[in-house]
């Protein structure tokens, strides 16, 4: 996708994918923190355990599987062309098992997850090393903020209200203050409502069942009719 941007010269497209991009990591920068990070935001769950062995298998088969497609993109571009060829589309040009070429640079898998994986143990060890160092006796309401202590009720969690603060920015609150979100949200509201009604008409109650299936096959009658 960069690399069509840079042919056709669509600078803005180019732009707007840069700084995607950079917000696509930040937001899932909050979903790694909120994982293995974050505080528990409830007392209940500081007694939380691991989920058995078969949830986790189909989550490491996935993992490894983008690790070695991103380590590797060769071995599935190899399988991809011939299909590629026999609908007359353009092949991807590539280089060994690691390298995707291109015409304004390649991409090496191997090298950048591997520079990756280096960085991502780096990072737990340093982490490892604070986290020793500090005390572990302390509870998780031991803090304070602008005076005010914390109570049971209080989520402590990193992706709590994440973002609350760019309202503060006028440009960008104007901006959320029109978006589409406030439509989808009320859509969201009235149809839970509705499905609320059905769901109460309809379980346990074999007689409001049939009348909502006479007054379903009615309307279909009536519509068509006309």
Request: charged share 15%; aromatic share 16%.
């Amino acid at each position: 996708m960069y690399n069509a941007a840079i042919d056709t010269k669509f600078a803005l497209i180019l732009i707007g994918m840069l700084f995607s991009g950079a917000a696509s990591f930040l937001y899932c920068y909050k979903l790694v923190y909120g994982i293995y990070l974050g505080h528990p935001t409830s007392k209940g769950l500081q007694s939380t355990k691991e989920v058995p062995v078969s949830y986790l298998v189909p989550q490491i088969v996935l993992a490894l599987l983008l690790v070695l497609t991103g380590a590797f993109p060769g071995a599935f571009i190899k399988v991809i062309n011939p299909v590629l060829k026999e609908f007359s589309l353009s092949q991807i040009p590539y280089d060994g098992l690691g390298i995707m070429d291109s015409a304004v640079g390649n991409f090496n898998g191997l090298f950048i997850i591997s520079a990756f994986v280096v960085l991502f143990l780096l990072i737990l060890f340093l982490i490892w090393r604070i986290k020793s160092k500090a005390k572990n006796n302390l509870n998780r309401f031991d803090i304070s903020y602008c005076g005010e202590v914390p109570s049971q009720d209080t989520s402590l969690h990193y992706g709590y209200g994440f973002g609350t603060e760019l309202h503060r920015i006028k440009f960008v609150n104007a901006i959320l203050k029109r978006s589409s979100s406030n439509f989808y949200e009320s859509l969201a509201t009235q149809t839970k409502k509705t499905s609320e009604l059905f769901s109460r008409m309809y379980y346990g109650n074999i007689h409001n069942t049939m009348i909502i299936i006479l007054l379903f096959f009615s309307a279909l009658f009536f519509i068509g009719v006309n």
